[in-house]
């Protein structure tokens, strides 16, 4: 009976043990979907408080169909593991938007529907072996607006999740945002300004109707204060030269009330210098070109150095001129060719942009004390100075600017954000109004502005401005060429400075929540000690092939001048000293070669060693570890019971 009985139990046991596990399984299933850890270095699958916002704020539903060839990129581990995470991504961002937004998953096979149905999205396909992979997303809202992300690069693969929240964005808030423009550039006339329109000759910056295929704009009146307001998602100052107190206080009040700025405030423009005179008609390149703001800019702790330049060799534009003796193609250290390099990758502005024209940079820092972050966008070389704006006006010579250049080895800022917590500019309450005049023409007594709204002293959040210490990079002739062709003007950009504007405009036209995303890590990591012994080992090896390459070169040198005069000789014929080189040569060779297969034998033994100590680590340490753990809690227990018998 005690055999009995005590079978049933354990039977029972394990017939209980295995309800409980489905059960805990299927209730974990149910309730626990949405509960993960994140256990990456980077938290890669941890979204950010921003893409939160931005999904619970998600006012109609929105359909996310994303298209991915599965089958087709089997055949390319690295694009089948990113789709996955992608298509992970994707679930979340469904799981957390309280249902407003639904997910399609669809594989295009060839000539199929759902091939068709990625054509017309616009998604792009990419040749892998012999069929087209499409690996992209296509949203549509209630209104059935579309927005694409025609194909997933893994080279972006840090800004994932910035990609995917401004798509949910943009259909979540499908009106076009409005950008206002003020300043002395005379972006709408174009090089002649006012003057060419009244001619008839305007021909707008290119760069505007950039700005015009993605956005509303309105140019505003500097003589209008109050058309600065909140209805703008986006402002430009577009050099801000001459403004008065009455402009600056509405701008003052714009960023303190949670408007975007983007500044493009120049110590010298050069377009400006160039502009030609109202009056005589004439280029002006010994008058004040400059629009710098710092009162306003040290209220949000930075400010654009005064009267100074930044001139940088290494960056430095090659110009021709004929200024000293014959024409010659020479560096002209004030305009700079901004590359990759001194670009901030890690900001989606300037990720993947190439290089940016500008011409006679200021130089942007921080205050002391300032209670805003100063991130650099762009960033000079430390090969470079500041020089005084003295050197710019009348017609500089290369050459002479060259000769007094001094690198100062510091690097400087050229383009920044500024964001934080920020105080007015007018702490003494708005500036009075404009001085009036009666019909004497006799003075008014000037009286304080009556603001529509009580005065903002402090921001409530922090500011978002992006500071460019640069005009001249909106000019046509830093970024673009033309040339005619049938009659027809083409136009060729030769930098990306209309990417960088366009960019950043995208960038702070978004909510503040899309605006603090940062790029993210990658999940494909590198064993990076692996990385670099297999990097030392192609090190050693080329120098030893270059070698090798040598003597080869060298003794088929020496081979083909035996051969030239011993032509008309058979084999037989040949010398004792002939013969005795090309056996060297063959000697040389297969030396060559034995050295070549033992420095490949040697440094990939260190890789070998390394890859064997994982393998071990991974298979054989754990298993080993366990069992040591098991036998010694199976010594315990038998000393335990050992002890139990001999106290009973």
């Known amino acids: 009976m005690k055999t ?41 699958y941890t979204l950010s408080d921003g893409t939160r916002n931005v999904l619970k704020k998600i006012p109609e539903p929105i359909t996310l169909r994303f298209f991915f060839s599965d089958k087709i990129a089997s055949a390319a581990p690295q694009i089948k593991q990113y789709g996955a995470r992608v298509r992970e991504l994707l679930e979340r961002y469904a799981a957390l938007s ?38 992209g997303l296509a949203g549509t809202n209630a209104l059935d607006q579309q927005e694409t992300i025609p194909f997933f690069q893994t080279d972006k693969e840090q800004f994932l999740e910035y990609d995917l929240t401004k798509l949910v964005y943009a259909l979540s808030n499908p009106k076009k945002p409005l950008v206002g423009i003020l300043g002395a550039l005379p972006l709408e006339y174009g090089p002649g300004g006012v003057m060419a329109a009244m001619r008839g000759q305007a021909q707008p910056y290119l760069i505007l109707e950039q700005i015009k295929q993605f956005f509303d704009v309105k140019m505003l009146d500097a003589n209008k204060p109050e058309e600065i307001n909140d209805k703008f998602s986006v402002l430009i100052l577009a050099h801000p030269k001459d403004l008065g107190a009455q402009e600056k206080y509405a701008i003052d009040q714009y960023v303190l009330k949670g408007g975007r700025l983007i500044a493009f ?3 010298y ?19 004040d070109s400059g629009s710098l703001l710092n009162d306003l800019f040290k209220a949000w702790g930075v400010e654009i150095v005064p009267d100074k330049f930044v001139a940088d060799l290494a960056l430095a534009q090659r110009v021709q001129t004929g200024k000293s003796g014959p024409a010659a193609v020479v560096d002209y250290i004030p305009w700079l060719n901004v590359p990759p390099a001194q670009m901030d990758h890690g900001d989606v502005i300037t990720a993947d942009l190439t290089n940016i024209n500008t011409a006679s940079m200021g130089a942007i820092r921080k205050l002391d004390g300032a209670t805003t972050t100063l991130t650099p966008l762009l960033m000079s070389s430390k090969q470079a100075m500041l020089m005084d704006i003295s050197n710019l006006k009348g017609d ?72 460019v210490a640069d005009a001249d990079l909106l000019d046509d002739r830093f970024w673009v060429r033309s040339q005619q062709m049938f009659g027809q003007n083409l136009y060729m950009p030769i930098a990306a400075n209309a990417d960088f504007v366009i960019n950043a405009i995208d960038n702070m036209s978004g909510s503040g929540d899309l605006i603090a995303l940062r790029s993210r890590g990658r999940s494909q990591r590198p064993f990076e000690v692996i990385e670099d012994l297999r990097r030392q080992a192609e090190q050693k090896f080329l120098s030893r092939q270059n070698e090798l390459q040598k003597q080869l070169e060298d003794t088929q040198k020496k081979l083909a001048d035996l051969q030239s ?3 008309g000789q058979s084999n037989a014929l040949l010398t004792a000293e002939q013969q005795a080189a090309i056996d060297n040569f063959r000697d040389q060779l297969l030396q060559t070669r034995r050295e070549l297969r033992g420095v490949q034998r040697e440094l990939n033994h260190d890789i070998d060693n390394l890859e064997l100590w994982i393998k071990f680590i991974n298979i054989g340490l754990m298993p080993l ?4 753990v098991a036998v010694g809690l199976g010594i315990a227990w038998r000393r335990r019971r050992a002890r139990r018998v001999a106290d009973s």
């Open 269 to 287: 423009s050069e377009t400006m210098a160039a502009m030609p005179n109202p009056a005589t008609g004439m280029p002006m390149p010994g008058a």
């Open 4 to 44: 009995g009985s005590k079978a049933l139990l354990t039977g029972t046991g394990l017939i209980a043990a295995f309800a409980i596990f489905f059960a805990v399984n299927i209730l974990a299933n149910q309730g626990l979907r949405n509960v993960r850890f994140d256990l990456t270095e980077a938290k890669l």
């Open 625 to 628: 570890l366990a069992a040591l």
């Open 396 to 467: 500089p010579d290369p050459q002479k600017l060259a000769d007094q250049f001094k690198p100062s080895g510091d690097s400087y800022v050229l383009a920044a954000r500024i964001s934080g917590p920020a105080k007015t500019a007018f702490p003494d309450g708005p500036p009075p109004a404009p001085e009036k005049k009666d019909a004497s023409g006799k003075a008014e007594p000037a009286k304080p502005a009556a603001p529509a709204e009580a005065q903002v002293k402090e921001s409530a959040k922090p500011i978002n401005v992006i500071l």
């Open 265 to 267: 405030s120049d110590p």
């Open 565 to 567: 005069k011993t032509q």
């Open 98 to 135: 309280n249902g407003k937004i639904r997910l399609e998953v669809i594989d295009p096979e060839p000539f199929s529907e759902a091939e068709d149905r990625a054509v017309q999205a616009g998604l792009k396909a990419a040749t892998l072996g012999d069929g087209q992979l499409y690996f």
